[in-house]
């Protein structure tokens, strides 16, 4: 399907130069910020206090984040957790205070809130274990909330989280080459590597420049944004080799220049299709989605661009040609036959 169709081939290649510079600016940049200013690492990674926490209403999720961020912790989570009455809250650590006092600090904020007192329950369980547990209590007896469980996220299981996520990261790139390689020529390979990272380093220099959280939903989003952009470009570089064998008298650039222009009514329906659900996650979503729309905004946007100009750009200035692509038969063709090509 295609909303539109340019007869003219729009000369992509002739300002691939100038293009790639402002790439490589963009990404210099990228990675000086990344060197000086770091990620901003969420809970997961750096560690912090977790607390579920119950309501006996559907929880008002924006109320209960305003009564938490007031405490001063900086970057906190908040989200449903299972049903409307249950949130999950995760809070980083602070210096001089223990995991403890952090949750017990959250729950009690949170009972105020709800014109509630913290006291002390004790109860035997059915197995006859004697349990102590902080409630909240209202005047009149009601319990607007109970405390479900509270635990201490270890920085070490950020550590591994951290290691896992950086190694997950390096194999795609590695499983994305050696598919690219088989399926096209090294040259290409090469060049849709370079795109991709190209695209992650950008995402990860935004994160730093405005410290924006890394959490490991914005980790997700960077994988995703990987195999989106590979698909680009695979786009591309499969309907070059189409142009090689269809017309045999074009030169690297002609051909390049003719598989992304035939190619724009495709991206245009795809991504913008998928930017308008990432989108909606960015304005409805919530906090909980915010900086996972954002890394697919960023990834989708200059996805398109790298897979155009950097992707195809480093392609043509690393020598590809027909022959890399066209594997002749020895069959005889009509010279005269603008179309002739030759059979794969």
Same mark, same amino acid.
């Given at each position: ?181 088989v399926r096209f020529e090294w040259k290409f390979a090469v060049a849709g590597i370079i795109a991709n990272l190209h695209d992650v380093v950008i995402i990860l220099g935004f994160f730093a ?5 890394? $959490?490991?939903?914005?980790? !997700? /989003?960077? #994988? @995703? ?6 698909? =680009? ?24 220049d003719n598989a992304i222009t035939s190619t724009i009514s495709r991206t245009v329906i795809t991504h913008g299709s998928t930017q308008i659900m990432v989108l909606s996650m960015l304005l ?21 661009? $790298?897979?155009?100009?950097? !992707? /195809?750009? #480093? @392609? ?6 027909? =022959? ?8 005889e063709h009509d010279p005269n036959d603008p179309n002739a090509g030759a059979v794969v």
């Open positions: 399907m295609e909303f539109f169709r340019i007869r003219k081939d729009i000369p992509f290649m002739r300002h691939v130069l100038v293009l790639n510079v402002i790439s490589f600016v963009t990404f210099a940049l990228a990675v000086y910020f990344l060197a000086t200013r770091g990620l901003h690492l969420s809970i997961e990674f750096v560690g912090g206090t977790l607390v579920e926490v119950q309501y006996s209403q559907p929880a008002d999720i924006n109320r209960t984040r305003g009564t938490v961020e007031k405490l001063g912790y900086g970057d906190v989570q908040v989200q449903t957790f299972g049903t409307s009455r249950d949130v999950l809250i995760r809070v980083p650590l602070r210096a001089g205070e223990k995991q403890s006092d952090s949750a017990d600090l959250v729950f009690k904020a949170l009972c105020t809130a709800e014109q509630g007192q913290v006291v002390r329950k004790e109860y035997t369980t059915a197995e006859g274990e004697q349990v102590s547990r902080p409630s909240c209590v209202r005047a009149d007896g009601a319990e607007p909330l109970v405390r479900k469980r509270s635990e201490a996220v270890s920085s070490s299981v950020g550590d591994e989280l951290y290691t896992n996520g950086a190694w997950a990261l390096g194999f795609t790139i590695l499983g994305i080459m050696a598919y690219l390689a420049f405005f410290q924006w959280e890394f $959490s490991l939903a914005v980790l !997700a /989003a960077i #994988l @995703a944004v990987l195999g989106y952009s590979v698909n =680009e470009s695979v786009v591309i570089f499969d309907r070059v080799r189409e142009v090689f064998r269809k017309y045999r008298k074009f030169t690297p650039p002609q051909a390049i409805f979503g919530g906090p909980t989605l915010h900086y996972f729309a954002v890394a697919l905004t960023i990834g989708i946007l200059f996805g398109i661009y $790298s897979s155009i100009f950097v !992707a /195809a750009g #480093l @392609a043509m200035w690393f020598g590809v040609k027909r =022959e890399d692509l066209i594997k002749a038969t020895g069959k």
